[in-house]
Structures are given as structure tokens and as C-alpha cells.
């Protein structure tokens, strides 16, 4: 222990003594976390819709106000021809074409029907679909309300219907910051724990210090123990730092046990910093240390289940989330704190993360060479 204490001091005041360390470990996440969720947001409004209407006609004004009522598009142009409004599609200044044909009312009223044309641009997959899917549930809605007014009431209806009713569980008002920031705040912790880590070994062979300690009496466990502690406990106060500014710049509040999410923290930084100190072990110099460490963690955060849903996935993609330890940890994090899960429901996340902590401070400490 008296060896122990002598290695954690070293590397304490080796870390605060950084001035740029410190503000890449605490400033650096902090306006992450207060910019990233909020501009990380897959809610799709604005949506550029360009308007030619040849009808000009009561109806169809009322419809292009319903549209623009909804809050999810804007006017991008009212052109008289849809080569015109093409135009504006090539030059990327509308997402949207909707053609109003002439006769729009009197075909509404008389034939009980009418086509309309809409073009999108479906160079942004997921806006196009989105967009014409908002504009379809408009035209639907748009449809029913002109039933009601010329249909006839009865005393009886004559044709069923079936009214649904959603619930939004958890997240009542789709709010999509609320599920982003639990997983941003768990990528930033990644990203301090994996990259500081991966570099500290190496720092040291750059400067010369790891020589100097090859040949004390220092085992290899104490000292990739002294090089994973200050980074745990570092990684624990950020998390707190983090809870915080989900509490007070986004008003979230954790429904679950706040105790359980530490729990699973200090078993998920014992695995992420496993895996930085695993890096450092290979790696010569700082610079080849980044490169591992930023190949890895790109893939971590694009694959975790932070963006898009992991079941979405082809299923090779699938298998190959299931042995990175970040997609276990967002999705105990939303469990815990949107849904109020309980330890049964994330002991078998637990386990598996705690078992991947096993395996990659086992290979860090065997793939440390000290020589005597």
C-alpha cells in the first residue's frame, strides 16, 4: 500500500501539473456536453417546400395553410411552373415540390377526388423521408377535415372507423435531447478514459521516466494500477459534472437509482481505461497511441447505439456491437434514467462489461514489458 500511495502521488501531480491536460479532462467535456445535445438533434424541421399552385382556389390556400401551420416547413418558393420550383431542388434551396393541378376544388367537390404531385429530394435520405411522410399525414388530415364538411350528418354512422389513441411512454413529449444526453455524456467519458490513458504509458516512454522505472522494485500490476486509478476517480468526477448540467441545463432528472448508474460507471471505467492502458502497452509514441486510441473510439461511438439504434443494423454489425462495452453502458444509462430500471434489468450488461474489464487489464498486464 505504502508503494501504491508513492505511485498515485507521481501521478497526480504529473496530470495536474498539465495545464492543457486538465482543460482537455474537465472544460473540454463540459461544452461538449452543453453543445452536442442539442445540435446532435434527429428531429427534422425546416423543411424547404416549394409551392406551384395552378388553382388558386380557396381550398387550395387552406391547404397550403395547413401545411405551413404544422411548424415543420418552410417556403422556399410559390413559382406558376414546376420547372421553376425544380430549379430550386437543383441548386439545393428546396427539399420539396408540391404541384397543385388546376380544378384542385371544383375535382374535390364534384368527383370526390383529386391527385397531387409531389417531388422530393431524396439526396438526404433520412429528410426526404421524413419530410414526405409529415406532408402525407397533412394531405390525410387535410382529406378527413373536407369529408366532414361535405358529407352529410346522419344519426347513425354509416362507416366504421378505428381511433387510435398514442401514449408516449417515458418520454411524453418526444423531446430528443432527453435521450441523447444520457449517451453523449457516456462517449465523453469513453473518450477521456480511453485517450488519456492510451497516452500516459506512452508519455512516459517519450520522456525517458519509463526506464528509470523498469528498474525499481515496482511490479507491473502496481503500475498500470497508479496509471488507472487517478483516471478512474477523474472519470467519476466528470460523470458528476455531467449529472449536473443534465439536471440544470436540461432539466433531467434520473428516474432510476442514481446508485446503480455508479456502480455500473466503476466497472465500465475499470474496462475503458483496461483498454487505454492495453493501447499504450503497444504503442511507442503519442502519436501512434491517438491513431489506435481514435480508430477504435470512432468506431465505439458511431456503433454503440448512440446515433442509431443497434437492432436497425445489419446483423454483422450486430455481433460486432456486442463486444464493444460503450453500447452497453447508453443503453443502461437511458434504461436507468428514463425507464427507472432496476439491477435485475442490467446485471447481465454488468456482467458483460465487467468480464470485458477482466480480459483487457489481464492483456495490458501481461503485454507490459518491465524489464529488471
Known sequence: MRIMKFVLQKEFRQIFRD???????????????LVLPMAANFTVKNINLS????????????????????????????NPSFLESYVLIENDKAD??????????????????????????????????????YLNSIIMDYNNDIRSQLLQPTTFNLMPTIEVVSSNWFNPNLTYYIFMVPGILVML??????????????????????????????????????????????????????????????????????????????????????FGLLISTYAETQQQAQ???????????????????????????QWITRLIPISYFINVMRMVVLKGSAFSDIQYHLLIVFVMGIILNGWAVINYKKTS
Open 96 to 133: 420539396i415540390i408540391l404541384e397543385i393541378p388546376e380544378g384542385f376544388e371544383r375535382n374535390l367537390t364534384r368527383e370526390n377526388g383529386q391527385k397531387l404531385f409531389i417531388a422530393v429530394n431524396a439526396i438526404n435520405g433520412v429528410k426526404a423521408l421524413v419530410g414526405s411522410g
Open 291 to 317: 491513431s489506435l486510441a481514435f480508430f477504435f473510439l470512432m468506431i465505439f461511438n458511431l456503433m454503440g447505439g448512440l446515433f442509431t439504434p443497434i437492432d436497425s443494423m445489419p446483423e454483422w454489425a
Open 51 to 78: 409551392i406551384v399552385d395552378h388553382d388558386h382556389s380557396s381550398y387550395s390556400q387552406k391547404f397550403i395553410s395547413k401545411i405551413f401551420s404544422s411548424g415543420y416547413f418552410k417556403l422556399a418558393g410559390d
Open 189 to 274: 467519458i469513453t473518450l477521456v478514459g480511453g485517450n488519456m490513458t492510451a497516452l500516459n504509458i506512452v508519455k512516459e516512454k517519450e520522456i525517458g521516466t519509463i526506464e528509470q522505472i523498469n528498474v525499481t522494485p515496482l511490479k507491473k500490476y502496481q503500475f498500470l494500477l497508479g496509471k488507472l486509478i487517478p483516471f478512474w476517480i477523474i472519470g467519476m468526477i466528470i460523470f458528476s459534472i455531467g449529472l449536473m448540467i443534465a439536471r440544470f441545463a436540461y432539466g433531467i432528472i434520473p428516474i432510476g437509482n442514481i446508485g446503480l448508474m455508479y456502480a455500473f460507471l466503476a466497472v465500465y471505467l475499470f474496462t475503458i481505461l483496461g
Open 19 to 33: 495545464k492543457t491536460l486538465l482543460k482537455m479532462i474537465f472544460i473540454m467535456p463540459i461544452v461538449q456536453l
